[in-house]
């Protein structure tokens, strides 16, 4: 019987199908990207379980998401090109092969499930350990006097509506109040309600309300907006603001981040729209920053940062981060990514880190290595074989 | 032995086809009517100068080349092909070396300025600025016929720079690319302006000793002497220093003018131990003069020289005497290249563009292909058997010339043999052509050897079409993320290995079903074995090749760009070829594929090949900028539908001989499909 269902789940058929289903899915997703942007094609193909009714092949056929196809492998993987498969020194390579190609599919999904991303920009002589997110933003509410100062985080995927007349509402243990999210836009900048291009009869909060920014398909380019409505718990509103940043002509006049105070029961709270932060076991100092371009041009040819990692224990390593070349300590990877290419030499210019915490950071490499041996064995035995029979009888052409 | 005369013909009917592509490619770079008289053209530059002035170190781009790879480029933007070739009256013709044109637009711009050197593939173009067109749609044109539409080109220009490049028609790439090329073409031709002109001292210029010239034109660097020693200058930089914005005194304007117009010719000053790497531009000279910067102490001389040199170029009576400057001219660039260690490199870069190994290489394999041809017609004839051999060390050499080719380029820029689009195509040939050359080592049979001389001359006719299209140096500097050896000799050699050997294994498919259909040799079942093992076994290395390489881009991604995996469409192009090699092999493992399925399957590979080989990079999309390309969409839609129709035409050979298998009207169609090998 339980050789029967391994039978059936790891059948070659199953492969077959997995293997086209994910090239069709790479395509679709591919294309998709020269519209959409990588964020979102990530979201409908790359790491969805199934994907949502706007992917659809066509408008009308629905897809499986990659996730569900490489999970289905990964059984049939398992159940075929491990267990079922027959062990002799001809299949090892086969053996082997297929093992990697399973800590292969690990590792993507420990990357999707724990990886932790985001950036550091930090000026030459100054230090940091705070790490904000590319792109997801979210509330942050504080009790800055209280005796739990801890912040609490909401996500944006918590709040992001369908539409901006949704609205959401949030609870934490020990809150004296509900917080009512509501209005929320993708992309927005906050505004006077004398701003002509606002819809007239636009929510608005003081003279201040939200414009709608077209969504950009870089995904980090955008800025959400929330209207937001403290009610108290016998249900009275007792204080409401729209959060965003403020954009003129493209720049961001005013971080929208700045905390919005306000007192329920005595107590005085702090709630802040922001883009996601967390912080690493160690500071990194920018002691210098060196970019060199090409003779006449624009053209970065290197630049690289010159860092000194300072531990809780207060001692100190210095290296160099720079471009194919990261930095790896303690479980976190920080990346040379950016820099400040606009400050005329001499100024006190900055360097942004890309930092990760991945813990399968190196299992591809582990893979790949035994998958080449695998596959090496493999054909070449294959080889050898073919070789030695064309000896016996050379081809009559 | 009966060979059906069917290979013959196809080989016949290509070699037809391959001729007329290239007489029509020539026919499309026919010379203009137009004919000049030998008394209105400039005198012809000595070989011994174009010798000197080809190996003059200039930087470009970021690269210091040689002067021949600087004006060989500028001259394929404009023009299409590389040289000048002028129609005297009277029959007969000149032609111009690059180097020959890009001196005769510096010193005798008013002659230069009527060559016929800008393509203009559609006349149309010319309509929307404004000007009346020559009667053939694609032709060439003298700069002289375009400068009545100048300002119309440039306004041209400055709106298409907000329409991004997809929405932008064929016309408008087109207008846009001539306004790039007449405003680059005018920064050459103005260069010795400042030198020709002089400068008019302002009537007002209260300082000696130029105060006494007040009013008169004195040579440029009599006026840049005469200015740095002034009152007048002292006071404006002590201004500027002190933040103060003044406005620059009169003949500072006219000086700065100069100086930036003189900015982007940077042949002219060798590096110095100050600046190692840096060949300042003109321009920079006077910026240092002024300001005191590391060149300025050679830049008056070195100005006077040129000054010297226009006014010889304007008597043509003194053109003994202009060669000799411009070839001391050129021996001292070459000497402080040579002193400062810069000049080995320029040496072989001159030499690789002269060599023209690809070229030689194509023309090479379409004369073996011919030759090829002719010895099929009687195969195993004496002289049919002696082409053969000819053809197989015919076909060593010529890979030989590609490898040497990429090698010369590997030790003129230091780094891996692929670091941009234009190296794959040589790259891919050599690696199909080793793979075949290895198959014909094996089977003997000819087959692997013509499908190795089929790919020399397609890939070598690719890399020149690409070339001349793309118009930009082949060795472009690398962006930062480029620039590690390490990944550039593991992870793209063997993505680019993979690519290969998957288009091979669809090649030896092809060649398999073209057989199947045209019902060749159909007793031959080792003709047969032969192709479904060399098909099937090339696609097993191409699966190893692309598995390795996708995982090791993976590895390189995760050490440059902080993700192993990111489904950035040139890694999903990869890893669509690797899952296409693992579903067809897997497709053979459960049954539902045998021969001729295999075959289908290993032909339709060369589409996904397409896709990541060229198709990602049109996307514009995702991390790999630095291979983004434009305008070849029909030409990758053309090539799809070649790919697919061999496929559909085996999927009906295929349902052709089951139905006459039921039908069981075809005795011998069952002997037809000799096991799955």
């Known amino acids: ?397 | 032995m009966k060979k059906a005369p069917v290979i013959p013909a196809i080989l016949m009917a290509l070699a037809v086809a391959a001729s007329a592509l290239y007489f029509s490619s020539k026919a499309r770079v026919a010379e203009p009517a137009r004919r000049f008289a030998a008394e209105q053209l400039a005198p012809e530059w000595t070989k011994e100068v174009i010798d000197i002035m080809e190996r003059v170190p200039k930087t470009d781009d970021g690269r210091t080349k040689s002067l021949h790879t600087f004006a060989y480029y500028e001259l394929l933007r404009n023009r299409a092909i590389p040289s000048v070739r002028l129609s005297l009256e009277g029959g007969g013709s000149r032609s111009l070396p690059p180097v020959g044109w890009f001196l005769d637009v510096l010193f005798y711009p008013e002659v230069a300025n009527r060559y016929p050197v800008f393509n203009v593939e559609d006349s149309d173009a010319l309509l929307q600025v404004g000007l009346n067109p020559h009667d053939k749609k694609r032709d060439k044109y003298a700069y002289e016929e375009l400068a009545p539409a100048r300002e119309q080109l440039i306004a041209a220009r400055t709106r298409l720079a907000e329409v991004p490049p997809e929405k932008q028609s064929r016309l408008d790439l087109q207008i846009n690319n001539l306004a790039s090329n007449v405003i680059r073409y005018e920064e050459l031709m103005h260069f010795l302006d400042f030198a020709r002109q002089g400068v008019a001292i302002p009537a007002d210029f209260p300082d000696e000793p130029l105060k006494s010239k007040a009013g008169t034109t004195v040579p440029f660097s009599e006026a840049l002497v005469g200015l740095k020693g002034s009152e007048t200058f002292a006071r404006f930089m002590a201004a500027a220093r002190s933040g103060d914005r003044s406005p620059m005194p009169e003949l500072l304007q006219k000086i700065d003018l100069v100086l930036r117009d003189t900015s982007r010719i940077s042949w002219y000053a060798p590096p110095t131990s100050a600046t190692p790497d840096a060949w300042v531009p003109a321009g920079g000279l006077i910026r240092d003069y002024l300001t005191g910067g590391p060149h300025g102490a050679a830049a008056i001389g070195q100005l006077q020289t040129l000054e010297k040199l226009a006014v010889l170029a304007a008597d043509r009576g003194k053109n003994g005497e202009l060669q000799a400057g411009v070839a001391a001219l050129g021996q001292g660039l070459v000497a402080a290249a040579q002193a400062s260690n810069s000049y080995k490199k320029v040496a072989m870069d001159r030499g690789y563009l002269k060599a023209g190994l690809f070229s030689w290489a194509k023309w090479g394999f379409t004369l073996l292909f011919l030759l090829m041809a002719v010895s099929w017609l009687a195969p195993s004839s004496r002289w049919g058997r002696g082409l053969g051999r000819l053809s197989l060390w015919g076909a060593v050499a010529g890979y030989g010339a590609i490898f040497v080719g990429i090698g010369w380029r590997v030790l003129i820029t230091g780094w891996g043999p692929i670091t941009n689009i234009y190296e794959t195509i040589p790259f891919i040939t050599l690696m199909a052509g080793v793979f075949a050359l290895g198959m014909e080592m094996l089977f003997k049979n000819r087959i692997p050897l013509i499908v190795a001389v089929c790919c020399g001359a397609a890939g070598m006719f690719l890399a020149g079409r690409y070339e001349a299209g793309d118009a930009a140096d082949t060795m472009p500097s690398l962006v930062a993320v480029l620039r590690s050896n390490y990944w550039l000799w593991t992870h793209v050699t063997s993505i680019n290995i993979g690519y290969a050997t998957v288009l091979l294994a669809a090649i030896f498919s092809m060649i398999y079903i073209f057989c199947r259909l045209f019902d060749i040799t159909r007793q031959n079942a080792a003709l047969f074995r032969m192709l479904t093992q060399s098909a099937y076994g090339i696609l097993c290395f191409g699966l190893v090749f692309s598995l390795v390489g996708t995982v090791l881009g993976g590895i390189w991604g995760n050490d440059s760009w902080g993700r192993f995996w990111g489904w950035d469409p040139k890694e999903n192009g990869a890893l669509v070829i690797v899952l296409w090699c693992l579903a067809v092999l897997h497709m053979r493992l459960a049954g539902w594929i045998r021969e001729i399925g295999l075959h289908v399957c290993t032909a339709f590979g060369a589409n996904f090949c397409l896709f990541s080989w060229w198709h990602v990079n049109l996307l514009n999309v995702g991390l790999h900028s630095y291979g983004f390309t434009q305008g070849l969409d029909q030409k990758l839609f053309l090539a799809y539908g070649i790919v697919s129709l061999v496929v559909l035409l085996g999927v009906a050979v295929k349902v052709l001989e089951g139905m006459a298998l039921k039908s069981g009207r075809s005795g011998g169609v069952a002997g037809v499909e000799p096991g799955a090998g």
Do not use: C
């Not at chain 1, 190609?101 to 990886?115: D, N, P, Q, T, V």
């Not at chain 1, 967390?278 to 690289?304: M, N, Q």
């Not at chain 1, 900055?350 to 990760?356: E, P």
């Open chain 1, 1 to 397: 019987m339980a050789d029967r269902l391994l039978a059936v789940l790891g059948s070659y058929h199953i492969a077959v199908v997995l293997f086209l289903l994910m090239i069709l899915l790479t395509l679709v997703g591919t294309f998709s990207q020269k519209t959409l942007g990588l964020y979102e094609s990530l979201r409908i193909y790359f790491v969805s379980w199934m994907v949502p009714r706007e992917g659809w092949l066509f408008g009308f056929i629905p897809l499986p998401g990659m996730a569900s196809v490489l999970a289905v492998m990964f059984v049939n993987l398992l159940a075929g090109g491990v267990l079922r498969i027959r062990k002799n020194w001809r299949t090892i390579g086969n053996v082997i092969a297929h093992l990697s190609m399973l800590g292969l599919i690990a590792a993507g999904a420990m990357s999707l499930w724990y990886k932790q991303e985001g950036h550091m920009r930090i000026f030459e002589g100054e230090s940091s350990n705070r790490v904000q997110a590319f792109q997801d933003w979210v509330l942050e509410v504080q009790e800055p006097g209280g005796a739990d100062r801890s912040i609490q985080i909401i996500r944006e995927t918590a709040f992001r509506t369908k539409s901006p007349g949704e609205t959401t509402v949030f609870h934490r243990g020990g809150w004296p109040f509900e917080l009512k999210v509501s209005g929320y836009q993708r992309n927005a900048t906050i505004t006077t309600t004398g701003d002509p291009s606002v819809v007239p009869g636009a929510r608005s909060v003081d003279g201040y309300t939200l414009r709608p920014l077209p969504v950009s398909p870089q995904h980090e380019a955008n800025m959400a907006g929330v209207f937001l409505d403290v009610v108290d718990l016998g249900g009275q509103v007792v204080a409401q603001t729209v959060l965003a940043q403020v954009i003129r002509q493209g720049e961001i006049v005013t971080r929208g981040d700045a905390p919005f105070s306000f007192a329920v029961g005595g107590r005085q709270f702090a709630v802040s729209l922001t883009r996601e932060t967390w912080e690493v076991p160690f500071s990194i100092r920018l002691d210098d920053f060196k970019a060199e371009y090409y003779p006449g041009t624009r053209k970065a040819k290197e630049y690289e940062s010159q860092v000194t990692r300072i531990s809780p224990d207060g001692s100190e390593t210095k290296f160099r981060i720079w471009m194919n070349n990261p930095l790896r300590d303690s479980g976190y990877v920080a990346y040379q990514t950016s820099f400040d290419d606009q400050s005329p030499p001499g100024q006190e210019r900055y360097s942004v880190l890309t930092v990760v915490k991945n813990p399968s950071d190196q299992w591809p490499l582990y893979s790949l290595l035994a998958a080449t041996a695998g596959l090496m064995i493999t054909f070449l035995t294959k080889l050898v074989r073919f070789l030695r029979r064309a000896a016996v009888s050379p081809s009559a052409v």
